[in-house]
């Protein structure tokens, strides 16, 4: 008898999940079944404000086709939501009416955006009612109101300086709207980067076109537009800020109503063992933005420092590969023993700390771990270091004027921390050098060499082939060089061949240099 595995969610975590299901399923081991509670099936959220400009549309964002998945065998239910978790029954009960029985249960919920409490805004997270003009951006729909105010070239204000609210500003103003980023601290990207590289970020935003408000606190909203929507942005001074489209870019909390209606532990995210699993139940699992890796045992040394959910694709891509994998062996027979040779199956390695990128036409941004310590900064520079172990030293520079900045945080010669503004060829190494905990050179300034007049013409993954050009997918320089050899001519033929660009999009513009660098050889030739 097949498996039953029933995947609620259908974003880009749990398309991954199902793509790697699909041979069981095809051989009759796996009886799948995803509830989507969109009409469409999964699509890349990520570049949704790049559809909300118009610099891409919904067929190039879509991650996964439901007639071919029909037509393998997979039972997908769109616009279906699920009522609730029945556990004892092990059956999800659904607003079509018709129950899904489960052998196994994997949670793929995602998260919601943040609705802040403002005057004029309904915040409950579950139903939240906002004034026409108002508009997170989290699909499809959002999208094309932002694409209605870009198109009609309406002012647009974000309200957030996160990455994603910094990318949409930055997009929607190479458009041609007219945008002003708000945000509640003394620069953007307040949680990634440190107060230099965060001035000099600003300034560049303004160079770009992108008004900002900084240490702005918001306290509601003015609909008083023609139509009753969204007229000004108020704050706590008394003072506003015009627009006729207001971007909520304030986060994203995870969804676990549902876990929690059935009964599950849940903190920030639904609390899943090594394995994906829920704490206590064996029958039901988690990934992505709705999971929280801390397991129950309270002698576990990784779980004492383990945050909550990531947020990124590329770690819920990962454990998605890694659970497919653990419930095939679970399929593959009934006795005890397929539950003995799953659980040799070695566990989801714990995440590295990501590193946060922002690139844009005239921007380059990265930033990783902790970078808040000062060069002069005694106090925060030998917190750690004793018993042997080196206090932190910073190397900083920076040229404002045409803004440029790095930070390297290192210990021991080996990185814990870096900003990088302006510098894209030393930011692509200092991340390459981040990811694998190798030693910096003695001389940092050699690293800044990498930026000069004869390095810029070669792409990211010039340097090392070997080096990670796509973060989100893990794929190499050297095989999207292979996949280029292959016939690939196009970053999106890239894409479908090994899924490089298929995340965040921040390697498009490295892929297409590796592209161009093979054909520039072989025309050459």
Request: proline fraction near 6%.
């Given at each position: 008898?097949?498996?039953?595995?029933?995947?609620?969610?259908?974003?880009?975590?749990?398309?991954?999940?199902i793509?790697?299901?699909l041979?069981?399923?095809?051989s009759?081991?796996?009886?799948?079944?995803?509830?989507?509670?969109?009409?469409d099936?999964a699509?890349?959220?990520?570049l949704?404000?790049d559809?909300?400009?118009?610099?891409t549309?919904?067929?190039?964002?879509?991650?996964?086709?439901?007639a071919?998945?029909i037509?393998?065998?997979?039972?997908?239910?769109?616009?279906?939501?699920?009522?609730?978790?029945?556990?004892?029954?092990?059956?999800?009960?659904l607003?079509?009416?018709?129950?899904a029985?489960?052998?196994?249960?994997?949670?793929?919920?995602?998260s919601?955006?943040?609705?802040?409490?403002?005057t004029?805004?309904?915040?409950?997270?579950?139903a939240p009612?906002?004034?026409?003009?108002?508009t997170?951006?989290?699909?499809?729909?959002?999208?094309?109101?932002?694409?209605?105010?870009?198109?009609?070239?309406?002012?647009?204000?974000?309200?957030?300086?996160g990455v994603?609210?910094?990318?949409?500003?930055?997009?929607?103003?190479?458009?041609?709207?007219?945008?002003t980023?708000?945000?509640?601290?003394?620069?953007?990207?307040?949680?990634?980067?440190?107060?230099?590289?965060?001035?000099?970020?600003?300034a560049?935003?303004r160079?770009?076109?992108?008004?900002?408000?900084?240490?702005?606190?918001?306290t509601?909203?003015?609909?008083?537009?023609?139509d009753?929507?969204?007229?000004?942005?108020?704050?706590?001074?008394?003072?506003?800020?015009?627009g006729?489209?207001?971007?909520?870019?304030?986060?994203?909390?995870?969804?676990?109503?549902?876990?929690?209606?059935c009964?599950?532990?849940?903190?920030?995210?639904?609390?899943?063992d090594?394995?994906?699993?829920?704490?206590h139940?064996?029958?039901?699992?988690?990934?992505?933005?709705?999971?929280?890796?801390?397991?129950?045992?309270?002698?576990?040394?990784?779980?004492?420092?383990a945050?909550?959910?990531?947020?990124?694709v590329?770690?819920?891509?990962?454990?998605?590969e890694?659970?497919?994998?653990?419930?095939?062996?679970?399929?593959?027979?009934?006795d005890?023993?397929?539950?003995?040779?799953?659980?040799?199956?070695?566990?989801?390695?714990?995440?590295?700390?990501?590193?946060?990128v922002?690139?844009?036409?005239?921007?380059?941004?990265?930033?990783a771990?902790?970078?808040?310590?000062?060069?002069?900064?005694?106090?925060?520079?030998?917190?750690?270091a004793?018993?042997?172990?080196?206090?932190?030293?910073?190397?900083?520079?920076?040229?404002?004027?045409?803004?440029?900045?790095v930070?390297?945080?290192?210990?021991?010669?080996?990185?814990e921390?870096?900003?990088?503004?302006?510098m894209?060829?030393?930011?692509?190494?200092?991340?390459?050098?981040?990811?694998?905990?190798a030693?910096?050179?003695?001389?940092?300034?050699?690293?800044?060499?990498?930026?000069?007049?004869?390095?810029?013409?070669?792409?990211?993954g010039?340097?090392?082939?070997?080096s990670?050009?796509?973060?989100?997918?893990?794929?190499?320089?050297?095989?999207?060089?292979d996949?280029?050899?292959g016939?690939?001519?196009?970053?999106?033929?890239?894409?479908k061949a090994?899924?490089?660009g298929?995340?965040?999009?921040?390697?498009?513009?490295?892929?297409?240099?590796?592209?161009?660098?093979?054909?520039?050889?072989?025309?050459?030739?």
């Amino acid at each position: 008898m097949s498996e039953r595995i029933v995947v609620v969610g259908f974003g880009p975590v749990a398309a991954r999940l199902i793509d790697e299901l699909l041979p069981a399923v095809r051989s009759g081991l796996v009886h799948l079944t995803v509830v989507g509670e969109e009409a469409d099936p999964a699509y890349n959220r990520v570049l949704v404000a790049d559809l909300g400009v118009g610099r891409t549309t919904a067929g190039a964002l879509a991650l996964s086709d439901a007639a071919a998945l029909i037509a393998d065998g997979v039972d997908v239910r769109l616009g279906v939501r699920v009522r609730r978790v029945d556990r004892a029954r092990q059956q999800v009960v659904l607003t079509s009416g018709d129950p899904a029985a489960y052998d196994r249960l994997v949670f793929a919920t995602g998260s919601r955006p943040v609705i802040p409490n403002l005057t004029g805004l309904n915040p409950d997270p579950s139903a939240p009612v906002l004034p026409a003009g108002v508009t997170p951006l989290r699909d499809l729909r959002d999208a094309s109101v932002l694409r209605a105010a870009v198109a009609g070239g309406k002012r647009v204000v974000v309200l957030g300086g996160g990455v994603l609210g910094l990318e949409t500003a930055l997009a929607a103003a190479e458009e041609g709207a007219a945008v002003t980023v708000v945000h509640n601290g003394p620069h953007p990207l307040g949680r990634n980067i440190d107060r230099g590289g965060g001035a000099v970020l600003a300034a560049q935003l303004r160079n770009c076109g992108v008004h900002v408000a900084g240490n702005a606190h918001s306290t509601g909203v003015e609909h008083n537009a023609p139509d009753g929507g969204f007229s000004a942005l108020l704050l706590d001074d008394g003072s506003a800020i015009d627009g006729d489209l207001l971007v909520l870019s304030c986060g994203v909390r995870p969804r676990t109503e549902l876990a929690e209606g059935c009964g599950l532990s849940t903190a920030t995210g639904i609390l899943v063992d090594h394995r994906l699993r829920a704490h206590h139940e064996p029958h039901i699992f988690a990934i992505g933005d709705c999971a929280e890796v801390r397991c129950p045992d309270p002698a576990c040394v990784e779980c004492r420092s383990a945050r909550g959910p990531s947020g990124l694709v590329g770690p819920g891509w990962r454990q998605a590969e890694w659970l497919a994998e653990y419930l095939t062996l679970l399929a593959e027979g009934t006795d005890g023993g397929s539950q003995e040779t799953a659980d040799s199956l070695p566990a989801l390695p714990q995440e590295k700390p990501g590193v946060i990128v922002l690139k844009a036409r005239g921007m380059n941004v990265a930033a990783a771990g902790d970078n808040s310590a000062d060069p002069w900064d005694e106090e925060a520079l030998t917190a750690g270091a004793s018993n042997g172990r080196p206090r932190l030293q910073i190397a900083q520079w920076a040229d404002p004027e045409h803004g440029r900045y790095v930070k390297m945080t290192t210990r021991g010669g080996v990185l814990e921390g870096l900003v990088s503004v302006g510098m894209p060829r030393t930011a692509a190494e200092l991340v390459q050098l981040f990811e694998r905990g190798a030693e910096l050179p003695a001389d940092r300034s050699l690293l800044l060499r990498l930026d000069g007049p004869d390095q810029l013409a070669a792409p990211a993954g010039a340097q090392d082939p070997e080096s990670t050009v796509c973060r989100c997918a893990g794929v190499t320089g050297t095989k999207i060089s292979d996949a280029v050899a292959g016939g690939c001519s196009t970053v999106a033929d890239v894409s479908k061949a090994t899924r490089a660009g298929t995340g965040c999009g921040g390697c498009h513009e490295d892929i297409q240099g590796i592209i161009e660098k093979h054909f520039q050889a072989a025309a050459a030739a």
